[in-house]
């Protein structure tokens, strides 16, 4: 175990030189304090908020697929036909079948109209009439019953056709031209880039002892570096947890416009932890110089670059604890290499 001496510090690079000329283009930073109640990292994983798996309806071969994955569709747009010729033959023969209720209807309402007048004159008797009135009744709705026949068959016929559900990008594309489609087979999936979310798992007994409206730092590694670390614009906290794994989902929220991020891409989340008071210092980890046994950070001081040996605790996100060595009121050069050179 390595031994740590409180109060030792090694000066390197102790005297202020003509170099010393260019530190204020050292890059820097100053220590961070913050209250020691400790980080919870967390892995997670990327999703979007909308996010639409398209299945089909009705039965039927696949006859036109315009997409394949990563393509941009927008809101209406045809994705995808399946066969209906089946289908609006339905349509043509429940119209037909609409017309020949109607005819049977004139017959009847005319058959009726002319025992009404036989009735009045005393040619029938009440029961013929009766039995007249009777069948232009079921003649009617026998009318309404093929008119709504009718409409079924034309709403079953847009189930043929496809659509984007919204503006978004193609996921995955699940099936062929030419394949059989199955009702609730699935056949694409749509995303919206425009809103993604974070989706972290956290131990029930963490949750907590979350720190309420902290910062929750999320770590996107497959992104550019400038693009690499977010604040989550929300924090949601699923009321409900895994029997299985006795752990929660926590929802968080990403900024838009983040260019290259996609469903299923891998993050880490740096989540706050209730303490007892004690304050915690932090260094950015690229200050962190490590020489054999030798763990040391350069202070920028009284026009000075001093190497000041320092104990570390646990990494948090991309910055580093710092147990002994530091105050929390000076700044470190981020450079470590820069630093050496100004003696």
Do not use: C
Not at 87 to 105: D, G, I
Not at 223 to 252: C, F, G, K, N, Y
């Amino acid at each position: 175990m390595r031994t740590f001496r409180m109060f030792s510090v090694l000066l390197l690079s102790v005297t202020a030189m003509p170099g010393w000329a260019d530190a204020p283009s050292l890059a820097s930073a100053s220590v961070r304090v913050e209250a020691g109640g400790g980080v919870h990292v967390a892995e997670a994983v990327v999703e979007a908020v909308r996010q639409s798996v398209i299945s089909a309806q009705v039965s039927g071969r696949i006859t036109a697929l315009s997409v394949k994955a990563g393509d941009i569709v927008r809101k209406g747009q045809v994705l995808v036909r399946i066969d209906a010729q089946a289908a609006t033959q339905q349509v043509t023969a429940s119209q037909a079948q609409v017309e020949e209720a109607k005819a049977q209807l004139d017959v009847a309402r005319k058959t009726l109209e002319r025992q009404r007048q036989l009735f009045r004159q005393h040619y029938i008797s009440q029961a013929a009439f009766d039995q007249a009135e009777a069948q232009f009744k079921v003649t009617e709705a026998g009318v309404r019953g093929s008119i709504a026949q009718a409409g079924a068959a034309t709403t079953q016929t847009g189930f043929y056709s496809l659509a984007a559900p919204f503006d978004g990008v193609v996921a995955e594309v699940s099936s062929e031209q030419g394949d059989m489609a199955m009702p609730g087979k699935p056949l694409l999936t749509v995303f919206d880039p425009a809103a993604m979310r974070v989706v972290a798992t956290l131990p029930q007994s963490r949750v907590a002892g979350l720190v309420d409206k902290a910062e929750v730092r999320i770590e996107l590694s497959a992104l550019p570096e400038a693009q690499r670390q977010q604040i989550a614009r929300s924090v949601t906290v699923l009321p409900m947890a895994d029997a299985a794994t006795h752990t929660v989902q926590v929802r968080l929220g990403l900024p838009s416009g983040l260019a290259g991020l996609v469903p299923g891409m891998f993050a880490r989340a740096s989540f706050s932890l209730q303490g007892d008071g004690r304050r915690r210092l932090l260094v950015p980890a690229q200050a962190v110089v490590r020489r054999s046994e030798l763990e040391a950070v350069y202070v920028l001081k009284d026009s000075r670059a001093q190497l000041r040996q320092v104990r570390l605790g646990k990494p948090v996100g991309n910055d580093i604890e710092i147990l002994a060595g530091l105050e929390g009121n000076e700044r470190v050069a981020l450079d470590p290499v820069a630093a050496s050179r100004l003696r």
